[in-house]
């Protein structure tokens, strides 16, 4: 490894690569903050998915967003090349003087190599051919959960940028018309800005997900509570399947905006909630990075390294001694019994110490 920190005064412009999903994106979002406050004079870029692209759209600190398309996959061979070929143009035209790759993915070791950066870093993995293709690899935590904010923030340390605390929140800007459309949608269903729960039950992952009944019955006394509720899901079909089946079992008046909302529109709504109620899930990070309390349920991932991130929050896990286990349910079941066995008074007293909180 390089020991010597690199020339921030030099930089020009910057690449930052993400190829992860929404989540581990808007994650990343205090490494652009950093640079930008290191290196005003830098324009800095992100690679990431073109699905995760709003989770960077309108940050301050980026200059472009560049996107690859899962899809081109399925496009047929020419036609991917075709636009991979012109990608690499693209990139090529931009002359970075650093990159910073973000996961082990293999693109980053060979955009290291076309893009001839004077400097590249990336996390530590074995093989020479990985070794050759950055300037400085960060060491990956070994026997310590860290937050992936501060494993990702690793990156800058090993080249020398050291963030500051205020430099570490997540950064995320709806923009005018997913506010504007957020506000519309309030003051159609009688809900001022912080009069309102934001609930968001379901992922795209099963194994993250609790059981509708006990969904149903969260629902049911938050109502007798006297709270007023707004329940959102993602558009795709399965999600929306699981939100009408707690919907009908709770049998309450929820305003259901489930489906309806961009990822621009669900941080618009977040930043004008009370609390967020949710799984391990990019609408948690969302929330988070609006700075909205967030009560939150963890079972297989580990809430130590994917946890509400510089928010007041409150986590509610089991006591299994097997997780964080990383596995797509118990033996691979898509059912977590650490998250379904979780009781509904323990989440309701975590809603309610966190509301009861200045």
């Known amino acids: 490894m390089v020991p010597d920190p690199i ?4 930089l020009r412009r910057v690449l930052v690569v993400k190829l992860r999903h929404h989540g581990d994106v808007l994650l990343t979002s205090p490494v652009f903050s950093v640079l930008a406050d290191r290196a005003p004079q830098a324009e800095i870029d992100a690679l990431v998915y073109v699905d ?9 600190a980026v200059s472009r967003i560049h996107t690859i398309d899962r899809e081109w996959k399925r496009q047929g061979l020419l036609l991917q090349m075709r636009r991979e070929a012109a990608l690499l143009s693209q990139l090529r035209e931009r002359r970075y ?3 910073v790759h973000l996961t082990d993915h293999w693109r980053g070791a060979w955009l290291a190599q076309l893009l001839r950066p004077r400097w590249a870093v990336a996390p ?12 400085h ?51 159609q269903h009688g809900l001022p800005p912080k009069g309102f729960l934001h609930v968001h039950p379901t992922s795209r992952w099963l194994f993250k997900a609790w059981t509708d009944e006990r969904n149903a019955e969260l629902l049911q006394r938050l ?13 795709n079909a399965r999600e929306q399947a699981i ?35 949710g799984v391990d899930s990019a609408p948690m990070h969302i929330a988070a990075a609006m700075g909205t309390p967030v009560v939150a349920l963890f079972g297989p ?36 019994e650490c998250l379904t066995q979780l009781p509904v008074d323990r989440v309701h007293s975590a809603i309610n110490e966190l509301l009861a909180q200045p």
């Not at 109502?223 to 558009?235: F, N």
């Not at 049998?251 to 618009?268: C, N, P, W, Y």
């Open 223 to 235: 109502a007798r509570d006297g709270h007023r509720i707004v329940l959102t899901g993602a558009p």
């Open 301 to 336: 991932s580990g809430e130590r390294e994917w946890g509400p991130w510089m928010v007041p929050h409150r986590v509610v896990a089991s006591g299994h001694p097997c997780r964080p286990c990383g596995n797509d349910g118990c033996g691979g079941s898509k059912v977590s």
């Open 124 to 135: 530590a993995r074995a093989g020479w051919l990985w070794k050759a293709c950055f300037s």
């Open 7 to 10: 020339g921030v005064d030099s």
């Open 97 to 99: 003087q650093l990159i």
């Open 52 to 60: 995760t692209r709003d989770m960077l759209a309108g940050h301050p």
């Open 137 to 187: 690899r960060y060491a990956m935590p070994k026997g310590t959960p860290r937050h992936t904010v501060e494993t990702n923030l690793d990156a800058l340390r090993r080249v020398g940028l050291y963030p500051a605390e205020d430099e570490k929140r997540l950064v995320m800007v709806p923009g005018p018309e997913a506010q504007a459309k957020v506000d519309a949608l309030l003051a």
């Open 243 to 277: 939100a009408k089946r707690i919907l009908e079992r709770a049998g309450i008046a929820v305003t259901d905006l489930s489906g309806q909302l961009t990822l621009r529109e669900m941080g618009a709504l977040a930043a004008r909630a009370r609390l967020f109620f």
